[in-house]
């Protein structure tokens, strides 16, 4: 139930940590974008009717994580930091078999052993050879099979970076914010937002950071 005596003054913040907060915010966002589509592709059968489905699903996670590594150059983030942070070695080693699905299949297609391309001519089954017909089969793998290793590390994987992600970087630089108090000079924020909004609250006035005591993010 909304509160309708609670007001507030939203402001724009524009310094440099502010930015940084972006940034990391940005890659965030990427994340729940992956772990979304994974949990999403995990509830759907196996089947025929929704094999284009799963695909899209799953390249969609492919390319939302690899956007951790592609788009360096407007985010600057230390992002391998993050990994190592998250799961050390194994994280690392996982980053690079998780971006060779994305360099080499589903941003490019490049690896022959995802994706094969057979082109056919079919034969009357008859003495003499009479040309029934010329056909293409392009075989393109969809994303490995639900509960297969890679899909449960993938998840796993995500869900870490995700929580190391909050715990240290995103809550603090928000508490930082937070403990700078008034701004001299803000400008407001108009409250409507057009497209997709995922809003995380990484500072209130009633919690705090909004890390529990066992390292978690709290909603």
Known sequence: MTDENYHVRRVNLDESDANRL????SLWGDLVHADMALAERAGLPDTASNVFVRRALWEAAVVSYGRMA????RRNVDYEELIRAARGDRGVEFHQTLMVWRHDH??????RELETVDVYA???????PVLDSIRVAVSS???????????????EHVKSLRDTLWVKYLAPI?????TRGPRSSTVPVDPETEGLVIQA?????????GIADGGEPTS
């Open 22 to 25: 972006a940034k990391w915010a």
């Open 70 to 73: 592609v788009s360096d150059k």
């Open 106 to 111: 589903v941003a490019h297609r490049k690896s």
């Open 122 to 128: 079919d034969y009357l089954d008859s003495d003499l």
């Open 141 to 155: 793998s969809g994303g490995p099979p639900l509960g297969s290793p890679l899909v449960v590390e993938f998840a």
């Open 174 to 178: 928000g508490e930082l914010l937070a």
């Open 201 to 209: 609250v990484l500072w209130s006035r009633m919690n705090g950071t």
